[in-house]
Structure formats: C-alpha cells, structure tokens
C-alpha cells in the first residue's frame, strides 16, 4: 500500500498574486476575469487577491519571482497572451516566458503557475480566453489553488 498526497481546489483563506500582461489586453482582461470568478467559486474572497498589471509577457518572470520570493502569497497566476505575428519576436518572447516562469517556480517555495496563451493566431487567443476552449485564466486558478493546498500538505 501506499500513501497519495492530493491537493484541493479551495480558495477560502488563501491570498494569490496575478501578473498580468497589459500588451493584448482584450485578452488578458478575459483570463484575470477568469481566474477571478473561479477563485471567488472557490470559497476566496476577492479582497485575498493582488493584480499586479506588467506591460508584456516578457516581464511577467521577474515580477512574479518577486512576488514569490516575498512570501505574502500562497501561489502566483502568470497571465498573458503572446500571439503569433510575422516577425520572430513571437518565439523569442514565448521561449522567456515559459523559461522565466518556470525559473521563479523552481526559486521559490510556492506554487508559480503559468497561464500565458502562445497563439498562433488572435482567434485562437479569443478561444482559449472563454469563448470555445474555455477560459485558461480559470484553468490556472484551478491548478493554483490545487498546488497551494498541495504544498500546505507537504
């Protein structure tokens, strides 16, 4: 037999930071809302919740490892939305997103959940931010809240 350490999808009592992107804004604004009603659902209260707004993705990273680092937060929601163009800055800045959140995840001792949309298009950033595939600003609060449990039970 063995033991399993679960974590519960549970807002009450918690306080989470959310970075987020003003560059494609009609996006981000979406996937805050999203992150916010789900956490609210939750048992949180709305008061528990920090929006820190950076100008892109680029820096959500070091903002959310400051964040982290400053141990005031149960987890931090990274949200923002890079959509593909045509020049190659669209893989530069997703590449150091995704590096720099996983950096500040792995530095810190809380949960630093990545929520940034990479599309290829701006009907696909639309989709993924509550109209098709669902709102991926919920989707992140879902995993911050199930990791912030998670690690009270480590």
């Known amino acids: ?45 709305a008061e528990n919740l920090t929006v820190v707004r950076v100008p892109g993705a680029f820096e959500i990273p070091l903002t959310a490892a400051k964040l982290a680092k400053s141990k ?43 929520g940034i949309l990479t599309t290829d298009s701006i009907e696909q950033a639309v989709e993924r931010a509550g109209v098709k595939a669902g709102n991926k600003g919920w989707d992140a609060m879902m995993s911050a809240m199930e990791m912030a449990d998670l690690f009270e039970k480590l």
């Open 1 to 45: 037999m063995y033991t399993e350490i679960n974590g519960n999808l549970q807002g009450k009592g918690r306080d989470f930071a959310l970075v987020v992107s003003r560059f494609n804004d009609f996006i981000t604004t979406r996937l805050l809302d999203g992150a916010a009603d789900c956490f609210c659902r939750h048992g949180g209260a």
């Open 72 to 114: 005031k937060y149960n987890a931090v929601i990274c949200l923002g939305a890079v959509i593909r163009g045509s020049t190659p800055h669209f893989d530069y800045i997703a590449a150091e997103a995704a590096k720099g959140v996983a950096q500040a995840a792995m530095s810190s001792e809380i949960p630093v959940i990545f």
